[in-house]
T-cell receptor
Framework: GAVVSQHPSWVICKSGTSVKIECRSLDFQATTMFWYRQFPKQSLMLMAT?????????EQGVEKDKFLINHASLTLSTLTVTSAHPEDSSFYIC??????????????FGPGTRLTVT | QKEVEQNSGPLSVPEGAIASLNCTYS??????FFWYRQYSGKSPELIMF????GDKEDGRFTAQLNKASQYVSLLIRDSQPSDSATYLCAVTPNDYKLSFGAGTTVTVRA
């Protein structure tokens, strides 16, 4: 149980285009999902917290107009990288909390999406 | 000061030995502590979590937490080549957000 999927697993796009990444909780409902970015040899950096039915909360330094997050259902959150540039090339990972997990703080991670902007 | 600090390594241990990983955190109000393993090119996978002071054992892994010293560690007993990975310490300072350390790279020599 507690499986999170991401699509696509990898994507190459041209500079200036937009890319959408999907994050789905397959066997549980997630009121809260998180989006992370990981550059090579670095740790995961939280970009934003996605809450079902409300606006996402972005971490300091993350441009909300560039990284659009939509969490329209209890099983799906999307991250759209708008007007992508080579410096946006990274490994994007989502995670989700089970809405019925109570006080447990465990997050279930998706397999990640490798974005390369040329 | 970084919220979560780890030695980057690499930590090289012979097969069958104990690997010891350390992590310190800055926020005294932190409530939950997690250890993740991440293979190259993959997303993190949870090894174990610990909430209370003391030791917690799960198979070959033991997590140790000392809130007074703001220190959490992970011991890997009987290390195997398949344990070669980067180990990430993560802390929840005050809400559901995870704050990750930079990770310690472990190499188990056969």
């Amino acid at each position: 149980g507690a499986v999170v999927s991401q699509h696509p697993s990898w994507v190459i796009c041209k500079s200036g285009t937009s890319v959408k990444i999907e994050c789905r909780s397959l066997d549980f409902q997630a009121t809260t999902m998180f989006w992370y970015r990981q550059f090579p040899k670095q740790s995961l950096m939280l970009m934003a917290t996605s809450n079902e039915g409300s606006k996402a909360t972005y971490e300091q330094g993350v441009e909300k107009d560039k990284f659009l997050i939509n969490h329209a259902s209890l099983t799906l959150s999307t991250l759209t990288v708008t007007s992508a540039h080579p410096e946006d090339s990274s490994f994007y990972i989502c995670s989700a909390r089970d809405r019925y997990s109570g006080t447990s703080l465990e997050q279930y991670f998706g397999p990640g999406t490798r974005l390369t902007v040329t | 000061q970084k919220e979560v600090e780890q030695n980057s390594g690499p930590l090289s241990v012979p097969e069958g030995a104990i690997a010891s990983l350390n992590c310190t955190y800055s926020d005294r109000g932190s409530q939950s502590f997690f250890w993740y393993r991440q293979y190259s090119g993959k997303s993190p996978e949870l090894i174990m979590f610990i909430y209370s002071n003391g030791d917690k054992e799960d198979g070959r892994f033991t997590a140790q937490l000392n809130k007074a010293s703001q220190y959490v560690s992970l011991l890997i007993r009987d290390s195997q080549p398949s344990d070669s990975a980067t180990y990430l310490c993560a802390v929840t300072p005050n809400d559901y957000k995870l704050s990750f350390g930079a990770g310690t790279t472990v190499t188990v020599r056969a």
